[in-house]
């Protein structure tokens, strides 16, 4: 529903987490680093630390370490007693596919303007993506370099089959937090269909257009997207709990 830490909860008997909703499966990674802060902090502080604000936290210091910007994290968030797959899978994260308009009206729904949008996007200037995210607009779309294109295509075939899963760097820089991203879509070096949406002669050209040239503007926005982000319905006051062990709850 929002920086809920809802994301964390192991599937059980009687609920479905989200764990392996498609957008998430074999996608999201890295819950064992959360899990080793949580141990860590619970030995020091009992039932103090919220997983939502440990993932709030350890995302700010993640752009930090790969060059990126920084920001102030407001914290006081609680934890979900519940999660829900129907939501993550078909609901609230915007898939590959959506051309421009869906999303400006998926990040529009969530109280985002069309300019937040795009700082969200250039989050995918760090990280990996499976081929078969990427197969849809290396195959059928004619806005993409066709010898960038070409060189996807030797490890990401047509057909769907065992190599659906091998990954690709989201931009050309994708260990280091910069404006990479928003200069590959420039050059038609988006790797996905809803990545060079952004820069396909629609409303945000320009935006995307002054990111490439000005990264201390992007980082700028970029922080303050983040904090917009972090306040996304948040659990405080009696909501919710702390939880001792980020995969279930109490």
Not at 130 to 150: E, G, K, L, M, V
Not at 202 to 231: L, P
Request: net charge positive.
């Amino acid at each position: 529903m929002g920086c809920d830490a809802s994301v964390l909860l192991d599937d059980t008997a009687n609920s479905k987490g989200e764990k392996t909703a498609a957008p998430n499966n074999n996608s999201l990674k890295g819950y064992e680093v959360i899990d080793t802060i949580k141990s860590q902090l619970e030995r020091h502080c009992p039932g103090v630390v919220s997983c939502a604000d440990i993932l709030a936290v350890a995302a700010r210091d993640s752009v930090v370490k790969l060059g990126g910007t920084t920001w102030t994290v407001p914290l006081g968030r609680r934890d979900a007693t519940t999660a829900s797959f129907n939501d993550a899978q078909n609901n609230n994260l915007p898939p590959p596919s959506l051309d421009l308009r869906g999303l400006i009206s998926a990040f529009n729904k969530k109280g985002f303007t069309d300019q937040e949008m795009v700082t969200l996007s250039g989050g995918h200037t760090i990280g990996q993506v499976q081929c078969r995210s990427i197969r849809p607009h290396i195959y059928n779309d004619n806005n993409i370099d066709p010898n960038f294109a070409t060189s996807l295509k030797k490890n990401c075939p047509s057909t769907v089959g065992d190599r659906d899963m091998n990954l690709f760097p989201l931009d050309q820089t994708a260990r280091v937090f910069d404006n990479t991203y928003f200069k590959d879509l420039v050059n038609k070096k988006g790797l996905l269909h809803s990545d060079q949406q952004l820069f396909n002669g629609g409303s945000t050209d320009s935006q995307v257009n002054t990111y490439s040239r000005n990264s201390a503007k992007f980082f700028s926005d970029f922080g303050s997207a983040m904090i917009k982000m972090g306040n996304l319905s948040p659990l405080t006051g009696s909501k919710g709990e702390i939880r001792t062990n980020c995969r279930k709850t109490n």
